[in-house]
């Protein structure tokens, strides 16, 4: 039912709005001082290489559940790995004393918002068309969900 009702919502939609529903956003704190990322540094902080913003606020990297589409696009698009091997990396990430902790697990667009909203340095992904205030969405090499070029589907 839900399926079929998001699907005639987006039917209706103009095909510029279709796309940017169908991009997954990467959205920070609103405290986080960055408004735009390269594919590389994105990387990079999803493999923990990178761990603060700037000097001073630590990276707190959020994602969701395995199965749910946002995770699926970044383990697929941004990091070119399977489930397992992504809970195999961060095992021996932390394992190596390489990083304190494992990426955080959010089970919900909800979830994934009241934690990006609430958390200083927090990053993560959602849909594009569902960020709510409080956050802000990262650009991706120059770009916004929506636009030409983006990315991460």
């Known amino acids: 039912m839900r399926f079929l ?23 920070v704190h609103s405290g986080v001082p960055v408004n735009d990322l390269s594919f590389s540094d994105l990387r ?11 000097s001073s606020v630590k990276v707190t990297l959020l994602v969701r559940s395995p199965v749910a589409r946002e995770r699926d696009a970044m383990l697929r698009t941004v990091l070119q790995m399977s489930e397992a091997q992504f809970r195999q990396y961060w095992i021996g990430k932390v394992f190596r004393a390489e990083a304190a902790a494992a990426p955080r697990v959010v089970n919900s667009e909800e979830e994934t918002a009241s934690m990006v909203a609430s958390t200083p ?12 205030k409080g956050t802000k969405i990262v650009r991706v090499d120059g770009k916004l969900p929506g636009e030409a070029g983006y990315r991460l589907r």
């Open 44 to 54: 990079q902080i999803l493999l923990g290489d990178r761990q603060y913003w700037g």
């Open 121 to 132: 340095g927090s990053l993560s992904f959602l849909d594009a068309a569902r960020v709510p």
């Open 5 to 27: 009702l998001r699907f005639l919502i987006l039917a209706a939609l103009p095909a510029c709005a279709r796309l940017a529903a169908a991009d997954i956003a990467v959205i």
